[in-house]
């Protein structure tokens, strides 16, 4: 099992950047499919990008590409998240996700399935971009 603890959030202008980071304790990440989650009130968790356990393989929700980036570093337990030109939209509560490899057996399929895909979770952190 692993515990994830996210990082990093904050208040941002619009077309500004953050890094958020998501550390794992427990368990090695690196048999580990990751993710980033985030939510806004009223809505349903949606997801923001995910990388494979070796990092080779990404995904990004359209609204997203382009602007963020997801990476990993094994070595470090930790998961990265870099958003730049954020916007007013990309408010919300950002969650790291984490998924056993041998969960689902393909990233594309563990992220087809939402947040139904991942079963670790963190806290949270915070991310507001205003005007």
């Known amino acids: 099992q692993v515990q994830p603890v996210e990082s990093g959030g904050g208040s941002v202008q619009a077309g500004g950047s953050l890094r958020l980071s998501c550390e794992a304790s427990?368990?090695?990440?690196?048999?580990?499919?990751m993710a980033w989650f985030r939510q806004t009130p009223g809505k349903e968790r949606q997801g923001v990008a995910a990388i494979s356990n070796g990092g080779g393989t990404t995904f990004y929700a359209d609204s997203v590409k382009g602007r963020f980036t997801i990476s990993r570093d094994n070595t470090r337990n930790t998961l990265y998240l870099q958003m730049n030109s954020l916007k007013p939209e990309d408010t919300g509560m950002y969650y790291c996700?984490?998924?056993?490899?041998?969960?689902?057996?393909?990233?594309?399929?563990?992220?087809?399935?939402?947040?139904?895909?991942?079963?670790?979770w963190g806290q949270g952190t915070q991310v507001t971009v205003s005007t």
């Open positions: 427990g368990d090695s990440i690196s048999t580990y499919y």
């Open positions: 996700a984490c998924a056993a490899v041998s969960r689902f057996g393909f990233l594309s399929r563990t992220w087809d399935l939402g947040p139904d895909g991942f079963n670790y």
